[in-house]
T-cell receptor, first 113, second 113 residues
Framework: GDSVTQMEGPVTLSEEAFLTINCTYT??????LFWYVQYPGEGLQLLLK?????DKGSNKGFEATYRKETTSFHLEKGSVQVSDSAVYFC????????????FGKGNQVVVIP | GAGVSQTPSNKVTEKGKYVELRCDPI?????LYWYRQSLGQGPEFLIY????????DSGLPNDRFFAVRPEGSVSTLKIQRTERGDSAVYLC???????????FGPGTRLTVL
């Protein structure tokens, strides 16, 4: 079945550092790809999405490019802030006809002042 | 406007008991999803409603789990004969129609003792 794999372990970095979170996927057909974010004490929120190959999703300084050749959708931000501390989930929506989401395990990101 | 709401926010029950978890979607949203998130994992799909009908219940783990949405708005997830392995955060999401963003509620944390 369709699945999403995120890099293992939490990510700790200093303010203004460059952030990359790796995400790869396995899917049949042409899935849509998403990054969701969960800030402390809040519900899941859509951060960005891409619906076809080579699309770039962007929001709040974060970017991710849909790479079909490498089945990847890595999340990047050039200069993180303390307020970016959260859990980030990569997800896909496959050709099910109902847009249900398959999520990765998530990565805890901690930004230190 | 109001987002997706879920009640209760926390539920503690004993093994073997019956529980009901409620989801109030965003007004006018026709699609409703239930997911389950175990500790350290990403959300896993349980069931999807389009209107009043369960269009896809392939994610329900067994026949102890059941969900309804009788009037096409509020949904209730019902778990019979709860087991300790059912302990998780149960998330509800709604969207205006297929292909649109899913908006998530804050979740119900279920603990089975």
């Amino acid at each position: 079945g369709d699945s999403v794999t995120q890099m293992e372990g939490p990510v700790t970095l200093s303010e203004e550092a460059f952030l990359t979170i790796n995400c790869t996927y396995t899917a049949t057909g042409y899935p849509s790809l998403f990054w969701y974010v969960q800030y402390p004490g809040e519900g899941l929120q859509l951060l960005l999405k891409a619906t076809k190959a080579d699309d770039k999703g962007s929001n709040k300084g974060f970017e991710a490019t849909y790479r079909k050749e490498t089945t990847s959708f890595h999340l990047e931000k050039g200069s993180v802030q303390v307020s970016d501390s959260a859990v980030y989930f990569c997800a896909l929506s496959g050709d099910y006809g109902n847009n249900r989401l398959a999520f990765g395990k998530g990565n805890q990101v901690v930004v230190i002042p | 406007g109001a987002g997706v709401s879920q009640t209760p926010s926390n539920k503690v029950t004993e093994k073997g008991k019956y529980v009901e978890l409620r989801c109030d979607p965003i007004s006018g949203h026709t699609a409703l999803y239930w997911y389950r998130q175990s500790l350290g994992q990403g959300p896993e799909f349980l069931i999807y409603f389009q209107g009043t009908g369960a269009a896809d219940d392939s994610g329900l783990p067994n026949d102890r789990f059941f969900a309804v949405r009788p009037e096409g708005s509020v949904s209730t997830l019902k778990i019979q004969r709860t087991e300790r392995g059912d302990s998780a955060v149960y998330l509800c999401a709604s969207s205006s129609s297929l292909g649109y963003e899913q908006f998530f509620g804050p979740g119900t944390r279920l603990t089975v003792l």
